[in-house]
């Protein structure tokens, strides 16, 4: 019976005759996405998985599939109708809200090599603290990438669609990765190893690891949860459901490790909070509650990690003193200010934040005494990311959402002025810098199915070399990452 009724639908949508998305989504997509649509071979299809994915890029993956995946298209064999038709249920919610249990947690922890039977050095000869990470998300691999050599030493596969950026133990030993829907992965990079994978939501935000190396915080879009894992085996300790004083439930929007507090910190997108919760003393894992004016969609830390600077997309900024537990000042900003993207630098004696906007062709520069927005500098357009480092007196920014997204601008941390630029390949997307441990290099993604690093002399601004990659959104140096360098997002 199972076998007469999917031939029925697929000769049905093949005829043109549009046939109910469910039914066509149990014939031709369950035994991958699973009867739920939580995923299973293939990712979860849920309209949180699916929010970044324009409409027209849905279509094309629902009609020619996914190269180099077990992702077939339909085009052949269901009509324009209906995959249209499919589209568009996969964006809407399943009649049930969907579920993730603490049983389901534990259920699907798997360990590929227990704590303490991996070696205690690094299997290869490069210098392990410049190594970086590149995520490559056309087929879903990850690249370890020699900073020394400019060279690739291992690449592995991924979970679907890594999101919010690996974050590294204090050593740079581990890096752990989550995925959009909600796969946690720590990887050995000394061994170049999976060590374990544990699947903590449907739907996750990003992950924070804590400066001792003994716990992991995972936040999550649906369920609505923070989850506590023990970082040595990706263990369960505890679910926090996110609920306001109001008993509102909220998505998370950011967890970052507050490395000085000894605590994580997290913003909530529905709800005008932000929660600390300590991972060590006599309050260790009991979240303060600090309540806000405005909600938070992702926020940035000054270098004591005292204040917290935040915006939500419709409104202006605000900083949070995390002592006072409570916000101290507005920030004048306009557009969409993506603070998550901020660097800082020492300019005329005073610190200064300096952040992209995803709205608007202009990077704000905000002096971190008086909150007061010091300068505006115009770009080519929309951005999404900012770096810089230590050892270079230059900021690079993208205009990724811009018709100019194939062009870098270089500016002078000093004068504000734009004083360069680069375009590593005319009308293809180029964004995310990251720098060599010594600052030497800017590494630079063309983000393009056959895309590429491109490597640049950070003085110059000459190009180096390039680095054949598949996509890849982004690139992580450990060093950088583990020291939190002013010049990158922590």
Partial sequence: MIFWASLFVSLAASAGTPMDPASVYRSHCAACHGADRFGAMGPALLPESLERLRPDALLDVLRNGRPAT????????????????????L?????????????????????????????DRPVFSADPSNLFLVVESGTHHVTVLDGDKLEPIHRFRSRFALHGGPKFSRDGRYVFMASRDGWVSKYDLWNLTLVAEIRAGLNTRNLAVSDDGEWVTVGNTLPQTLVLLRAGDLSLERVYPVTGADGKSSRVSAV????PRRAFIAALRDIPEVWEIPYAGK???TPRVIGLTDVLDDFFFDQSYRHILGASRSAAGQVIDLDAGRKVADLALTGMPHLGSGITWVRDGREVMASPNLKQGAISVIDMQTWKTVATIPTNGPGFFLRSHEATPYAWADAMMSPKRDTLQVIDKQTLAVVGSVTPSPGRTAAHVEFTRDGRYALVSLMEADGAIVVYDAETLKEVKRLPMDKPIGKYNVFNKTTRSSGTSH
């Fill in 70 to 89: 077990q992702m077939q298209g339909f085009a052949g064999e269901l009509g324009d109708a209906t995959l249209d038709q499919l589209a568009g249920w």
């Fill in 91 to 119: 964006r809407t919610a399943p009649a049930g809200t969907p579920r993730w249990e603490q049983a389901d947690i534990r259920a699907s922890r798997v360990i590929y090599h227990a704590p303490g039977t991996l070696a």
């Fill in 256 to 259: 970052y490790d507050a490395a």
């Fill in 283 to 285: 309050t260790a894992f």
